[in-house]
Each structure stands twice: as C-alpha cells, then as structure tokens.
C-alpha cells in the first residue's frame, strides 16, 4: 500500500517522532508505514486521518 504520510508530515514540518506522539505509537512505526514496510491498522488508520483532517482515501491508497 502507498501512503503520503512523509509528504503530509513535511507540509507540517513534524518531525517523524511529532506524528508518533500524536498517534501514541513508536517512532519505528511511523518510519516502517512510511516506507511501506507495515501497513497500519484500520483503527491506526482512523488515527492517522484524524490527525491530518483528511479522509484515508487521501492518504493511503493501493499499490
């Protein structure tokens, strides 16, 4: 699954550690969504839609 994580947490300037504690997991986490390495959760999903107003749509989509 593809992902804008690291462009949307640049459009911000947050550092990979910001975006972990504001979705209460590891900065590992972040850095392993980022690269396509884990797909996260539906509920980390929701989280992570949240913190960035934007629908999961906008933010993941299929390989």
Same mark, same amino acid.
């Given at each position: 699954m593809?992902? *804008? #994580?690291?462009?949307? *947490?640049? /459009?911000?300037?947050?550092?990979?550690?910001? #975006?972990?504690?504001?979705?209460?997991?590891? *900065?590992?986490s972040?850095n392993? $969504?980022?690269?396509?390495?884990?797909?996260?959760?539906?509920?980390l999903?929701?989280? $992570?839609?949240?913190?960035? /107003?934007m629908? $999961?749509?906008? $933010?993941?989509?299929?390989?």
């Amino acid at each position: 699954m593809k992902n *804008r #994580l690291k462009v949307l *947490r640049a /459009e911000r300037d947050w550092s990979q550690q910001d #975006l972990a504690d504001a979705l209460a997991v590891s *900065r590992q986490s972040v850095n392993a $969504i980022e690269t396509g390495k884990y797909d996260p959760s539906l509920p980390l999903a929701f989280r $992570i839609s949240d913190v960035f /107003e934007m629908p $999961i749509e906008a $933010i993941f989509s299929r390989d």
